[in-house]
């Protein structure tokens, strides 16, 4: 397993934009695909993003297509979520996560919280 | 685009009970790419089962997979009372989008 640690959260207006990360520890971070997982308020998981090991590909939820990139530097084993035009539906706790093999997740940030209101 | 369901939304159970949790997809899961997590409030989800039946490391032996096809069921011998907590099942791979299901609450009686 692996140490991830999300950070970047706060409170955004409406329409504006956020970038979180996610810098992993202890484990081999350039071998693994890479996953965003948000959690509204009181309501269950949705998957966000996916980044491949070497960044090449990269897939996005249809709720956040073309307002947020995945991006990832591993020379510094760190993800990143560019989030724009942010929407107060956008308002979740947003966690990291390692795709392992097939593609489960065997590690999991703790959650950085985004809230977007007026 | 597989959409995941499960039930019941709410199990009320008393330690040392049985809990059976079912998840259903919409079309078949190719592979058998199913997981199963568990989540505590303010945690983040914890991975129990992937490739629908195979513990995770750690995982406890009470804690059983099984299905294929549409049809998976996680299985909770006899209940602890750490177990209480909410479970989604997830189909997985390297063709997103990675469905989580809606997640059933199992909730001490």
């Known amino acids: 397993q692996v140490h991830l640690v999300e950070s970047g959260g706060g409170m955004v207006q409406p329409g504006r934009s956020l970038r979180l990360s996610c810098t992993a520890s202890g484990g081999d971070f350039s071998r693994h695909g890479m996953h965003w997982v948000r959690q509204a308020p009181g309501k269950g998981l949705e998957w966000v993003a996916i980044i491949w090991n070497d960044g090449t590909t990269k897939y996005y939820a249809d709720s956040v297509q073309g307002r947020f990139s995945i991006s990832r530097d591993n020379s510094k084993n760190t993800l990143f979520l560019q989030m724009n035009s942010l929407r107060a539906e956008d308002t979740a706790v947003y966690f990291c996560a390692r795709h392992y093999f097939d593609g489960w997740y065997d590690s999991w940030g703790q959650g950085t919280l985004v809230t977007v209101s007026s | 685009e597989i959409v995941l369901t499960q039930s019941p939304g709410t199990l009320s159970l008393s330690p040392g009970e049985r809990a059976t949790l079912s998840c259903r997809a919409s079309?078949?899961?190719?592979?058998?790419?199913l997981a199963w997590y568990q989540q505590k409030p303010g945690q983040a989800p914890r991975l129990l089962i992937y490739g629908v039946s195979i513990r995770a490391t750690g995982i406890p032996d009470r804690f059983s997979g099984s299905g294929s096809g549409t049809d998976f069921t996680l299985t909770i011998s006899r209940l602890e009372p750490e177990d209480f907590a909410v479970y989604y099942c997830?189909?997985?791979?390297?063709?997103?989008?990675?469905?989580f299901g809606p997640g059933t609450k199992l909730e001490i009686k």
């Open positions: 997830q189909k997985y791979g390297s063709s997103p989008p990675n469905t």
């Open positions: 079309q078949s899961v190719s592979s058998g790419y």
